[in-house]
């Protein structure tokens, strides 16, 4: 489907639900890349982005959770990123993208937690879906930004991203749980790299802490 197109979502969740008799497990994982520099996006590119990662998101969501409260239960994986907690050079925006419907799923996960309706953010690392060559956007770059450019493209490497079907065990797995976490981290080289994240995000605020208590809020 279509994820930025509702009419689209909406039909094919009800095309799935017809042929599957109802819906117990819904992975909304599409998504999309826009790769350049925050100074270098265009507002309809920045638009677009937005319109595939958080608002088909929203979308997908909002159509099949009527379907899960009827039934009184069901597992919604929302699929954000590694990358959404926190932004990163060139790949700003696609953070962005992530972080908002990630920010969403926390609350989306208190509001239907009642109906039987179990919410997990599964934080992805990198896989072979197409999202680095179909799925990418490119901003038009700016000469003051490539030596950084360079820098980042020689971080990112030429490391071949593992296939999706070693993830989906891991998402069979956590369909299965009675009562599946509100975050799982997909991937070893992943939870080692979100836990380094959190660490250094923590030892930021520690070194900063005396300036921080000087207001009473």
Known sequence: MDVTDRRAVSDAVEQAAAAFGRLDVVVNNAGAMLCGMVEEATEEQIRAHMEVNFFGAVRVAQ????????????????????????????????????????????????????????????????????????????????AQYQPLRTEMEAMWGDAVAPEPDTAAPVIIKLAALPDPPRRLIVGSQSFDHVLEMGRARTDLYRSCEHLSRIAPG
């Not at 419907?101 to 992805?124: H, N, W, Y």
């Open 63 to 142: 159509a099949v959770l009527p379907h899960l409260r009827a039934r009184g239960g069901g597992r919604l994986p929302q699929v954000p990123s590694t990358g959404s907690g926190g932004g990163m050079a060139t790949v700003g925006y696609y953070g962005a993208g992530k972080a908002a419907p990630d920010s969403v799923s926390e609350a989306l996960a208190m509001e239907v937690e009642r109906f039987g309706v179990k919410v997990t953010i599964v934080q992805m690392g990198g896989h072979n879906t197409g999202l680095f060559t179909a799925g990418t956007t490119h901003t038009g770059p700016l």
